[in-house]
Structure formats: C-alpha cells, structure tokens
C-alpha cells in the first residue's frame, strides 16, 4: 500500500485551541449534567466540589484558547474566524447538496462546519451570562427569581442542544467514513489530499496554488465512503 499524500490544514495554535476548548466543554457538560440529572447527582453527593469544577472549566473554556491566542499564531485564527464568518453561494448550494447530492466546491470549511462554529459561538456566550446569573444567584440572593429561573432554564435547555451538537460533531469528524479524515487534521494537522480534494476542494486549490481544482461532475455523495 502507497503511503497517502498528506496536506497541512491545522496548525499548532489552531490545534491547541480546539483540544484546550473541547476539554473544558467536556468538563463542563460532564459536571453540569451531573448537577442537573439525579440518576447522575446520586453518586456524586458533594454539589459544592460540581460546582467548583463547573466554574473551574467554564472560566478556563474562555481564558485557555484566549492565552493561546494570544501567545500562539494569531494570524491563522483570526484567518479561521474569517473564513467561518463569510456565507457564500457555496454554501447555500452545499446546504442543497446534503439533500438532493448536486455538486458544490466548499473552500476551507463548507456550510455544516460553518453553522457548527457559530453555534459554539453563540451558545458559549449564553451559557456564560446565563451561567454567571445563576452564579451570582448561589453566593447572593440579589437577583430577582424570574431572571434567575429563566436564566436556569435557558441553561438547562442549551444543554440538550449543547449534547446534541456535539454527538453530531463528534460523529462526523470521528465516526463517519466519508468525513472521519478530518480527525486527523485536528490530531497530526495533515490530511489526505485526495480527501481535500473532495472535501474541501477551493482550500486545497488556495494552499497548493494548483489551479482550479479537478471538481467531479458527479454529486458529492457525502453518503459514501471515500474510495
Ligand atoms: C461557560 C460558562 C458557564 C458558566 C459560568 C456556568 C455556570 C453554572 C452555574 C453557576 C451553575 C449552577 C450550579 C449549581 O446550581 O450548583 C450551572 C449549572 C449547570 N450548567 Fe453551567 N455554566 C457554564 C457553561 C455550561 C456548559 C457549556 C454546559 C453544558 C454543555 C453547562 C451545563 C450546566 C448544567 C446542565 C447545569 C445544571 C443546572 C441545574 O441543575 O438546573 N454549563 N452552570
């Protein structure tokens, strides 16, 4: 068997980023359903060593990735958030692909990722002021009920969407064959090109300069494994 061309898609701040924050929301979504489920709650009895360890994650969920940011290579992340921000025609016809196969040439991250990305996004923001109510709510009895029970209960309900988002994720980068290649790129930073070829054809294009990409005529079948 030939050894498979590999292309470099994450760099180590990007990658850094990525593992530092998915362990904290691991911590986090871990700590926060243990609270919040009593099946769970029944063997952990001390809700004050949850609570520390909740607060703990969800304090270095924003302060690690930002000090690595910071330290790291900026430009790429900032290149990153560019690239997620800008919706193109692309994707809205990738968004079609998924449902009727037509052919489409995502760039470095095609509609799906994109979505994903804003809604870590907007919910870790949300789950910070909600969370901080709730906070302030336990050390104080400033705040008024309604803010506080509506507080928990949007916490409590992004939750589910939280889990649910991230069985998704986890399924398509780690899980699914015709999309699983990407692990590796968030684990060594190298990919198949054959795969980016495929997968993320205007990226490939854009990093190795090759002209336009060879686009298959044929539907992307994201329902197929990748020969
Ligand atoms: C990012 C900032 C976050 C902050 C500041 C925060 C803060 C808090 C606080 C103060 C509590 C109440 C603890 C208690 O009642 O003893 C709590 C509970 C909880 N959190 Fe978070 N949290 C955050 C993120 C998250 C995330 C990312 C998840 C899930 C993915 C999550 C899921 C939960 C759940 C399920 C509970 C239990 C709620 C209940 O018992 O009704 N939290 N959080």
């Not at 691991?26 to 063997?43: A, D, E, H, R």
């Not at 198949?192 to 005529?217: C, F, N, Q, Y």
């Amino acid at each position: 068997m030939t050894t498979p061309e590999l292309v470099p898609r994450f760099n180590r701040t990007e990658r850094a980023v990525h593992w530092t924050y998915a362990v904290c929301f691991l911590v986090l979504l871990g700590t926060g359903l243990t609270m919040y489920l009593p099946v769970l709650s029944q063997f952990f009895p001390s809700r004050f060593i949850l609570r520390q360890l909740h607060l703990a994650a969800a304090f270095f969920l924003f302060t690690a990735p930002t000090l690595i940011a910071l330290l790291g290579d900026r430009r790429s992340l900032a290149a990153d958030v560019k690239v997620v921000d800008e919706w193109d025609e692309d994707d809205r016809a990738w968004l079609n692909d998924t449902v009727n196969g037509f052919p489409t040439t995502p760039g470095r991250f095609n509609a799906g990722q994109k979505l994903n990305a804003a809604f870590v996004a907007g919910s870790a923001l949300v789950f910070l002021g909600t969370g901080i109510v709730m906070a302030i709510n336990i050390y104080t009895r400033f705040l008024p009920a309604w803010l506080v029970s509506n507080a928990s209960l949007i916490h409590d309900l992004l939750t589910w969407l939280a889990l649910f988002a991230w069985l998704g994720h986890v399924f398509l980068a780690g899980v699914y064959p015709p999309t699983r290649e990407s692990l590796r790129g968030m684990l060594t930073g190298f990919v198949r090109r054959d795969w980016a070829l495929k997968h993320h054809p205007r990226w490939l294009e854009s990093v190795t300069g090759l002209g336009p990409p060879i686009l298959s005529k044929e539907p992307a079948r994201y329902n197929q494994p990748v020969e």
